[in-house]
């Protein structure tokens, strides 16, 4: 394909189970000129993310473990504009539209014809190179915030108000709070929450998701030891409701 232009230096992560299609991927990729890694699963895909830190991702939807979804929701969680192109065997509307809302840039339905894909792969590295020559209004940044009861929380001053009161948000809070928010009204069992809002990489007890909710309680709650907002659901975790 001669319209594609090389751009040697950019990395793609392709996080994808099936052998077979993730090599040939591979193949035409390092064709035009990129370096690619093939992560196999959804935690293989999360740490090579952090350790190898690509400039774009393209991400199957079926994937041993966690899926695509949760990957991209953990993604985003940390990062907004890394480019994600969606692979799926489903062609749901359902699916496009969940993916959508969650920050996917662009959708592939399988099977997908290759030179479109390379399209879209070099349309994406473009697009998001052109977006990071603006830097992202001060404004933007300090508006984002989330309100819930006589509670704020400002996540680009890592800051919240409480009943009144400032409290100083640790990164670890930060996180786990827009994980909550983004799942509100969904009950998330501790081990969702800590491979979501922890990752993989530390050895950490579900123990550790306990002592955060007992924190949020004390901040957020009117009485901590009757939850309005992080409750627990009994056998499965914690659903934050609001
Ligand atoms: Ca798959």
């Given at each position: 394909?001669?319209a594609?232009?090389?751009?040697?230096?950019?990395?793609?992560?392709?996080?994808?189970d099936?052998?077979?299609?993730?090599?040939?991927?591979?193949?035409?990729?390092?064709?035009?000129?990129y370096?690619?890694?093939?992560?196999?699963?959804g935690t293989?895909?999360?740490?090579?993310w952090k350790?190898?830190e690509?400039?774009?991702?393209?991400?199957?939807?079926?994937?041993p473990g966690?899926?695509?979804?949760?990957?991209?929701?953990?993604?985003?969680?940390?990062?907004?504009?890394l480019?994600?192109?969606i692979l799926?065997?489903?062609?749901?509307?359902e699916?496009?539209?969940?993916?959508?809302?969650?920050?996917?840039?662009?959708?592939?339905?399988?099977?997908?014809?290759?030179?479109?894909?390379?399209?879209?792969?070099?349309?994406l590295?473009?697009?998001?190179?052109?977006?990071?020559?603006?830097?992202?209004p001060?404004?933007?940044?300090?508006?984002?915030?989330?309100?819930?009861?006589?509670?704020?929380?400002?996540?680009?001053?890592?800051?919240?108000?409480?009943?009144g009161?400032?409290?100083?948000?640790t990164?670890?809070?930060?996180?786990?709070?827009?994980?909550?928010?983004?799942?509100r009204?969904?009950?998330?069992?501790?081990?969702e929450?800590?491979?979501?809002?922890?990752?993989?990489?530390?050895?950490?007890?579900?123990?550790?998701?306990?002592n955060f909710?007992v924190?949020f309680?004390?901040?957020?709650e009117?009485?901590?030891?009757?939850?309005?907002?992080f409750?627990?659901?009994?056998?499965?975790?914690?659903?934050?409701?609001?």
């Amino acid at each position: 394909m001669s319209a594609v232009e090389h751009k040697p230096s950019k990395r793609i992560l392709v996080v994808e189970d099936e052998h077979h299609i993730a090599e040939g991927l591979r193949l035409n990729l390092q064709l035009q000129g990129y370096e690619v890694l093939i992560a196999e699963t959804g935690t293989a895909g999360l740490s090579a993310w952090k350790q190898w830190e690509p400039d774009l991702i393209v991400l199957d939807i079926m994937l041993p473990g966690i899926d695509g979804i949760s990957v991209l929701k953990s993604i985003r969680l940390e990062d907004e504009r890394l480019p994600v192109l969606i692979l799926s065997a489903k062609n749901s509307a359902e699916d496009r539209v969940k993916g959508l809302v969650l920050g996917v840039d662009d959708y592939l339905s399988k099977p997908f014809n290759l030179d479109e894909f390379l399209l879209r792969v070099e349309r994406l590295l473009k697009r998001n190179s052109w977006v990071k020559e603006e830097s992202k209004p001060e404004v933007e940044r300090l508006t984002d915030s989330y309100v819930f009861g006589d509670n704020k929380i400002e996540f680009g001053k890592s800051l919240a108000v409480c009943k009144g009161e400032q409290v100083t948000l640790t990164e670890q809070e930060i996180r786990l709070l827009r994980l909550f928010i983004a799942n509100r009204g969904r009950a998330l069992s501790r081990g969702e929450i800590l491979e979501l809002a922890w990752g993989f990489s530390k050895s950490l007890t579900t123990r550790t998701v306990d002592n955060f909710v007992v924190r949020f309680r004390k901040y957020f709650e009117d009485d901590p030891k009757n939850p309005v907002y992080f409750k627990s659901r009994r056998s499965v975790g914690y659903v934050f409701d609001h």
